[in-house]
DNA sequence: ATCGCCTCCTGCGCGC
DNA sequence: TGCGCGCAGGAGGCGA
């Protein structure tokens, strides 16, 4: 469900529930792991605690209180969505509730259970978080950053764009569509691509990633924004998911193969 | 160190 | 209609 834009819009939503004197009133757990054990001691300790701020780092949210950091991400089929604590009614796969002070309820429903739960004291000691390259709109994402990266290695530049230490958030939709967007088919070595084209993709990156933030996100199978509105950028989608489907610019056929594993679409009349 | 492959898990759509 | 199969937005671990 969720690349970059999905998380951002819901860290929107949860957003807006929350003013200066939210508090969280208590936890509710229905599992105690979905990818990994649910660190429930630690995060329960957060009870009590101010929301000072929602943030985002990567596809990671991050609910900043005055006690501690608690981490989430969605995995693949991870959502959130808002509900009022009294009218609450847990549905399938519903694993945690935050109740806020405030009347309202975040739930996380999941159900691959791929996403992840994690309690941290100090962000900047935290492992995952540690690890992540630059942010899209960073100017550490940047085209020595890219040449750096990508001298080393053989991989196709669909493969390293995915890559969370080449730059967050670029999951497989958006690669596709941001590959089709520049001209470069998914299977070009990463190596491979002129200091123009390197550039290209920095700004279409941003470009794409901020559009679909504006448009609510791409509401493919079950995303919804945890307001319950659906997104719309899956109605911008150029490539992604449009096999044997005429190419909006040139008329061919929209081609899919699987590189690493994953569905790639593209078209062989723009790409190059 | 790097890369492809596999895995975690449930649900859905397709073809037979 | 029912069943089996393949596939799905992520990411980490494994062995070559």
Redo the contacts with the bound molecule.
């Keep these: 469900?969720?690349?970059l834009p999905?998380v951002e819009v819901i860290r929107q939503d949860l957003s807006q529930e929350i003013d200066k004197n939210s508090a969280i009133k208590k936890f509710i757990f229905y599992r105690k792991d979905i990818?990994e054990p649910i660190p429930i001691k630690k995060i329960t300790t957060l009870e009590g605690a101010t929301i000072k701020a929602i943030s985002r780092r990567?596809?990671y949210l991050i609910f900043e209180t005055s006690k501690g950091y608690l981490i989430s991400?969605l995995?693949?089929?991870g959502n959130w969505r808002i509900v009022d604590s009294l009218k609450l009614k847990n549905v399938?796969?519903d694993h945690v509730e935050i109740h806020l002070n405030n009347g309202k309820c975040f739930v996380y429903n999941d159900?691959?259970?791929?996403g992840i739960f994690g309690f941290s004291e100090n962000l900047e000691k935290n492992k995952?978080l540690k690890e992540l390259g630059p942010e899209p709109w960073s100017s550490e994402f940047s085209t020595s950053h890219l040449r750096e990266m990508f001298k080393?290695?053989?991989?196709?530049i669909k493969?390293a764009v995915?890559d969370?230490k080449v730059v967050v958030g670029v999951?497989?939709?958006y690669a596709s569509e941001i590959l089709f967007a520049i001209g470069i088919k998914p299977t070009k070595k990463s190596q491979r691509l002129t200091l123009d084209e390197l550039e290209k993709l920095i700004q279409m990156i941003r470009q794409i990633l901020t559009e679909a933030i504006q448009r609510g996100?791409?509401?493919?199978?079950?995303?919804q924004k945890a307001n319950g509105q659906s997104g719309s950028f899956q109605n911008s989608h150029k490539v992604y998911g449009r096999m044997g489907d005429a190419c909006f610019v040139c008329h061919e056929k929209i081609r899919k193969i699987v590189i690493?594993?994953?569905?790639s679409f593209w078209c062989p009349g723009c790409q190059r």
């Design positions: 469900m969720p690349e999905e990818r990567a596809k991400h995995g693949m089929s399938k796969h159900p691959r259970r791929f995952k080393k290695t053989n991989r196709s493969v995915m969370p999951g497989n939709i996100g791409s509401s493919i199978k079950t995303f690493a594993g994953r569905s």
